[in-house]
């Protein structure tokens, strides 16, 4: 933290285990960053950056908001995805991601 910069960075590895037929586990990095500016004591601002290594590697980054008051908050990002390839139809992963999330403390 630098004031009302925050930055922070995840390597994640995740184990996945997939039930059909055999039992296979994959091993999947994802790993995370991003950093965040608190505009006031109720809204701050951000970008984020998330990567996924499963079946191809994908880079997704986008801007954040978050804004809360008293105990209620919202937050929310629009990533898009970096890497070169072409998603498929059904893949899971598309060329864009939206998050909303919301909460209330207790």
Known sequence: RFGKLNT???LTLEQEY???GEAEIK???APSGGAT???SPSVTVGA???GNLYDGY???A???AMFQKGDVWMSGGVYARLDDQDPALGDPY?????????GVGF
């Open 58 to 60: 994908r880079h997704y």
């Open 27 to 29: 091993a999947i990095f």
């Open 94 to 102: 598309g060329r864009l991601w939206i998050r909303l999330l919301g």
């Open 8 to 10: 922070m960075a995840n």
């Open 62 to 64: 986008g801007p954040t």
């Open 48 to 50: 984020e950056y998330w």
């Open 18 to 20: 997939e039930w059909l």
């Open 37 to 39: 500016y608190d505009v």
